[in-house]
């Protein structure tokens, strides 16, 4: 168990529609991050927050929007969905601001099967 | 884009038999990391290796970094069934940007 929680599990979804993931990370990290794991694209970095502000931003459509609120946790919300979004939606946290390269060792939760109909 | 990328894209040993996955990266990196993925599962920390560092150790693993040619390699040993999964390398730049993952190596170890 990383200590990483994310939520939903699975969700199904309808294309148009939008959905919130949620993550928890763990006790004392002030990183989390995003990743979307597709079988044809591998694992695209997304998003990182360290302590509330965005850090870092990667391969993020602009119908996605994450945020990190002051308890730690993060949200990913995914609208206007398409089929291409079906994948699985990772949220990693660590320690470390990620700063000038100080990335240390990221705890990955178990994913969010995301499948868009 | 990414900034590691692995190599081989899929590796079938039998049990026993030492496997070699290499990574190449683009940028100037402060660190190197491996993770392994069992299928559908979260991604697990294996080993960090340091820019400064030239070959780390841990248990059956031993990850090697060429910072001049841009390239890691990860060395499991006496492979065992249990290692099937695939297996990533990830970097972060110097700048603070990006920390990202290439596109893995998928490791099959027959019993």
């Known amino acids: 168990d990383s200590g990483v929680t994310q939520t939903p599990k699975h969700l199904i979804t309808a294309t148009g529609q939008r959905v919130t993931l949620r993550c928890s990370p763990r006790?004392?990290?002030?990183?989390v991050y995003w990743y979307q794991q597709s079988l044809d694209q591998g694992l695209q970095f997304l998003i990182q927050?360290?302590?509330?502000?965005?850090?870092a931003k990667g391969n993020i459509l602009e119908r996605f929007s994450a945020q990190q609120f002051p308890d730690l946790h993060s949200e990913l919300n995914l609208s206007s969905l398409e089929l291409g979004d079906s994948a699985l939606y990772f949220c990693?946290?660590?320690?470390?601001?990620?700063?000038?390269?100080?990335?240390?060792?990221?705890?990955f939760g178990e994913g969010s099967r995301l499948t868009v109909l | 884009s990414q900034q590691g990328e692995e190599d081989p894209q899929a590796l079938s040993i039998q049990e026993g038999e030492n496997a070699t996955m290499n990574c190449s990266y683009k940028t100037s990196i402060n660190n190197l990391q491996w993770y392994r993925q069992n299928s559908g599962r979260g991604l697990v920390h294996l080993i960090l290796i340091r820019s400064n560092e030239r070959e780390k150790h841990s248990g059956r693993l031993r990850v090697t970094l060429d910072t001049s040619k841009k390239s890691s390699s990860l060395l499991i040993t006496a492979s065992r069934a249990a290692d099937t999964a695939s297996y990533f390398c990830?970097?972060?730049?110097?700048?603070?940007?990006?920390?990202?993952f290439g596109p893995g190596t998928r490791l099959s170890v027959l019993p």
């Open positions: 990830a970097t972060g730049d110097n700048y603070g940007q990006n920390f990202v």
């Open positions: 927050y360290y302590n509330g502000e965005e850090r």
């Open positions: 006790s004392g990290d002030l990183s």
């Open positions: 990693a946290s660590s320690p470390n601001s990620g700063l000038a390269g100080h990335t240390g060792e990221l705890f």
